[in-house]
């Protein structure tokens, strides 16, 4: 992933898709930017898994 995103991208994604989401939309957020990053759909759907589960985690 990290030859497909750049740090500003993962800085802007993050902000949006992880720190202002709800949790339940979460997860699809994440998921959906890494796909249009270029990431394949089973990496981008298990980083939006852990994602949310970091949040939960930290909640």
């Known amino acids: 992933m990290k030859k497909k995103i750049s740090q500003k991208s993962f800085v802007a994604g993050w902000s949006t898709y992880v720190l202002l989401s709800p949790l339940d939309e979460m997860k699809s957020g994440v998921s959906q ?3 249009k990053k270029g990431v394949p759909r ?9 994602a949310q589960g970091m ?3 930290i909640i």
């Open 55 to 57: 949040v939960w985690a």
């Open 42 to 50: 089973m990496i981008a759907n298990s980083a939006g898994y852990i």
């Open 33 to 35: 930017f890494l796909q």
